[in-house]
């Protein structure tokens, strides 16, 4: 090829990496199933102030369950104003004694402390543990897809606000995973070293089966 013509090409390819979106957003249109790239459009014309705004983080979580955390989120399927801007919001209301358990998501994470004193920490893929005690106005990031939780080891309830890099995170919290299933409980022993017992125990809580 000649020498012109590897440079409009080099060009070409320099200005389609770096180009920006054709539109300014991409409410989602929730009448239509998701795909990996997010949801289709609604129609701009139909839009008002109201669909860029969500109040549903205003208001305190019930913690009244086994871990004693409430998560809200403003997602895609909430927020559907968030669609195609790669990020999202969580509130966090760990009661006194409780934890959003161990667990992963395919994004990067960044919490936010506005009340109370917990320990937070993830898991390195070299089984490195990064954890501290984190108060009001302390931030920490959770890299994708490492597994990562918070404690409340405060005398009253903590408050949290977290951000994450994409609309639909896809969270996975290790207990449910592996106890809110048909998945044997012979092979969940097997694959965990957990007792049967408590196998069974953790079915009976989660409501899976076998």
């Known amino acids: 090829m000649e020498f012109p013509k590897i440079i409009f090409f080099l060009s070409l390819l320099v200005s389609l990496s770096s180009a920006t979106s054709v539109v300014d957003f991409c ?4 009448r239509y199933p998701g795909t990996p ?3 289709p459009c609604r129609n701009p014309a139909n839009l008002t102030a109201d669909d860029f705004v969500y109040s549903g983080l205003a208001v305190e979580g019930n913690t009244s369950n086994i871990f004693s955390v409430a998560i809200t989120g403003a997602f895609d399927v909430t927020f559907p104003a968030l669609n195609g801007l790669g990020l999202s919001i969580v ?3 760990i ?3 409780g934890v959003v358990p161990i667990h992963s998501h395919r994004v990067s994470e960044v919490i936010l402390m506005i009340e109370g004193t917990i320990i937070a ?4 893929s070299d089984n490195t543990a990064y954890y501290r005690t984190l108060t ?3 931030i920490m990031i959770f890299p994708a897809s490492l597994l990562h939780f918070q404690v409340n080891i ?3 309830p903590a408050l949290a606000f977290v951000s994450l890099n994409s609309p639909n995170p896809g969270f996975q919290t290790f207990s449910t995973s592996i106890a ?3 998945l044997p409980t012979e092979i969940i022993r097997r694959i965990t070293l957990i007792d049967a017992a408590q196998v069974r125990r953790l079915k009976t809580i989660f409501s899976g089966t076998n």
Not at 27 to 30: K, N, Q, S
Not at 121 to 124: A, R
């Open 180 to 182: 809110a299933n048909n």
């Open 27 to 30: 409410v989602a249109d929730l």
């Open 121 to 124: 920490g993830f898991i390195g």
């Open 95 to 97: 009661g006194v004694n």
């Open 91 to 93: 509130r966090l209301d």
């Open 37 to 39: 790239a997010g949801y």
């Open 136 to 138: 009001r106005g302390d």
């Open 154 to 156: 405060g005398e009253a």
